[in-house]
C-alpha cells in the first residue's frame, strides 16, 4: 500500500478503514448491506440467518447479541452490515442503503468497472460503496473522488494498470449526481 493518502482522505489505516475529508467516522472499506431473514435458532447463542438472494444467498451462524430481540424470530427480515460472510450488525437504515447500494452499483457497473467482471459478479466492488458514499455526502470534489477510486485501483485491488483520469472524473461526476438518500451511519 503507498503511503500517501489519497486525495479526500484524511486519515486512512491498514485496517480496511478511512475517514473521508469532511467527516469524523471511519469507513470499513469491506462491508456490505445485504437483505437477511432469519431461518431459526442455530447451536447456543446462535440464530441461522440466510443473507442474500438467489446465487449469492449464504447461511450463516449469526450471534444472537447482534440481531436486535424482535428481529429473533423466524422468519423475521432485516439488512445486515456483513463483512465477508459475518453479520457485523443489523443496519436500522437498510432500506435506504439498499437504495443507495443500487444506485451506486450501477455506476461503478457501468462506468468504472476496473477488473471487467461486472457483467458476471453483479456485486463486486460493493465492498467499497460506504466509502464512496461518505465521500459523495461529505461533499467531496469530483477530483477528490476520483483519486479515491484510483486509490482503490492502485491500494486495496493492487492492480498494475488502472483507468484514466478522465474516466475516473466521469465515475465521480455521474455518483455525485445521484439523488442518495441521506443516512447518519456509514
Not at 446465487?55 to 428481529?71: G, K, S, W, Y
Not at 465477508?84 to 468497472?113: F, H
Request: glycine fraction near 6%; charged fraction near 25%.
Amino acid at each position: 500500500m503507498s503511503s500517501a493518502l489519497p486525495i479526500g482522505v484524511e486519515r486512512w489505516d491498514r485496517e480496511h478503514t478511512w475517514t473521508p475529508v469532511g467527516t469524523e467516522q471511519e469507513v470499513t472499506v469491506s462491508i456490505r448491506r445485504i437483505e437477511s431473514v432469519v431461518i431459526g435458532p442455530g447451536a447456543k447463542g446462535l440464530l441461522k440467518v440466510s443473507v442474500g438472494s438467489g446465487e449469492n444467498r449464504f447461511v450463516v451462524d449469526a450471534p444472537t447479541e447482534r440481531i436486535p430481540p424482535h428481529l429473533r424470530v423466524p422468519n423475521a427480515r432485516f439488512v445486515s452490515v456483513v463483512e465477508g460472510r459475518t453479520i457485523v450488525r443489523v443496519d436500522p437504515s437498510g432500506d435506504a442503503w439498499l437504495k443507495i447500494q443500487d444506485l451506486m452499483r450501477a455506476v461503478l457497473n457501468r462506468e468504472w468497472v476496473p477488473i471487467g467482471v461486472a457483467d458476471m459478479v453483479d456485486d463486486e466492488y460493493d465492498g467499497y460503496i460506504a466509502a464512496l458514499y461518505a465521500s459523495v455526502r461529505g461533499h467531496a470534489t469530483e477530483s477528490q473522488i476520483a483519486a479515491q477510486l484510483k486509490s482503490i485501483e492502485v491500494d486495496w485491488m493492487e492492480l498494475p494498470l488502472v483507468s484514466k483520469k478522465e474516466k475516473l472524473l466521469c465515475v465521480a461526476r455521474q455518483l455525485r449526481a445521484l439523488d442518495l438518500p441521506s443516512v447518519d451511519d456509514t
